[in-house]
Structure formats: structure tokens, C-alpha cells
């Protein structure tokens, strides 16, 4: 590329942060340079202070600035529930309904033979020692539907057994607002799988 050293430095920063193409990073690029100083400055704090920050929370392994996490430290959860999912950003999406009110567990991750990723990389051994200290009754695995995410919670689900702990499976099935013809067969057969009596 014909330009500058720092602006080629950033465009290749850029096109490091997933769903970021070399065109996306040359826009982002100009755009922080077309930006007044204050703002690019603002931005690079930001970006500081999330890594200097952010960390994991020592009790359910998810994102945050304070230990315990807003969520372990609010006294109104029901504590006899966790709900595990793979990743923080599924945490939010669940909270977001406003219908669950336990706890959470952030596995970081899924199980992936192919991509190298197994057991002992995922906050799997926390999660366990929360159960065994005692007052859980029931562990909702949240993963995604995915093959990863199936996997993962088949594996969890041996883990828990051995532990007395109640242990339930979100439901997958047909999007609210689509129409049956054009839902594919996997999708399908895990709505007939998850139906209930209304």
C-alpha cells in the first residue's frame, strides 16, 4: 500500500478484530484519522483501560472490573440456579429477556477437536467446584446450538450427573416470525424434540 507507516500500522491492527477485512480496516483507519485528536485519544484509552481493567470474575468467570461480578454480588438471584453459557456476550443475551434470575457460569469457549480446544481450556473445573460446595439444584446449559455447542453440553452433562445436580437443556427450535416451510430439517427435529404440552 502507498501509504503512510502509522496509517498502514493501524489498518493491519485493524484487520486483527474478527469480521474486520483489509477495506473495513482502511475505512476504520480514516475514519479515526479524519477524527479530532481528543477523540482518537479517548478511543486509545478505552482500548487501555479495557486491558489494564477487565477481568475474569472469580466466581462465574465472567467479564468485569469488580470482584464479584454485578451479577454474583446481587442478593435478589436465585443462587440454587446457574445458567452456563460459552461466551460473556450469551450472558447479556439471555439477561436481556428479563425471565431468567440465578446465577451464571462463562465457559469462554466450546469444544473443538478441531481447533484444538478441550476441557482443560474452558473455566469447566470452576464450575464444578461451585456445585460441589453445595446449594445448586439445577444447571441450565445454555451453549450454542451448534455442533461445538452440543458437544459441549453432552460432555457437561456427564460431569454433572455423578453430582445430584438437576440439569436441563435450553430449547432449539423455529425462530418466532419464521414460517415452518422454510425452516431446514436440523431445526426442525430439534423443535419436535423440544415441544411441550400448552
Do not use: W
Not at 36 to 44: H, I, N, S, W
Not at 54 to 70: A, N, S
Not at 102 to 129: F, K
Amino acid at each position: 500500500m502507498d501509504y503512510a507507516d502509522p496509517i498502514e500500522r493501524l489498518v493491519q491492527a485493524l484487520k486483527r478484530l474478527p469480521g474486520i477485512g483489509q477495506k473495513s480496516a482502511q475505512r476504520l483507519a480514516f475514519a479515526i484519522l479524519n477524527q479530532p485528536r481528543e477523540v482518537a485519544l479517548a478511543l486509545a484509552a478505552a482500548v487501555t483501560e479495557v486491558k489494564d481493567k477487565i477481568r475474569l470474575c472469580t466466581q462465574c468467570c465472567h467479564i468485569t472490573d469488580v470482584d464479584p461480578c454485578r451479577f454474583c454480588a446481587d442478593d435478589g438471584r436465585d443462587r440454587s440456579s446457574i445458567c452456563v453459557v460459552e461466551e460473556p456476550n450469551n450472558l447479556l443475551a439471555i439477561e436481556k429477556t428479563r425471565e431468567y434470575r440465578g446465577l451464571y457460569h462463562v465457559l469462554h469457549g466450546s469444544l473443538s477437536p478441531l481447533r484444538d480446544v478441550g476441557p482443560e481450556d474452558l473455566q469447566i473445573e470452576p464450575l464444578l467446584a461451585r456445585i460441589r460446595a453445595g446449594g445448586i439444584q439445577e444447571v441450565i446449559l445454555a451453549t450454542n446450538p451448534t455442533v461445538e455447542g452440543e458437544q459441549t453440553a453432552a460432555y457437561l452433562s456427564r460431569l454433572l450427573k455423578p453430582l445430584g445436580v438437576r440439569t436441563s437443556r435450553i430449547a432449539i427450535g423455529i425462530p418466532v416470525g419464521s414460517e415452518i416451510e422454510y425452516t431446514d430439517e436440523v431445526t426442525m427435529s430439534k423443535a419436535l424434540e423440544g415441544r411441550r404440552e400448552i
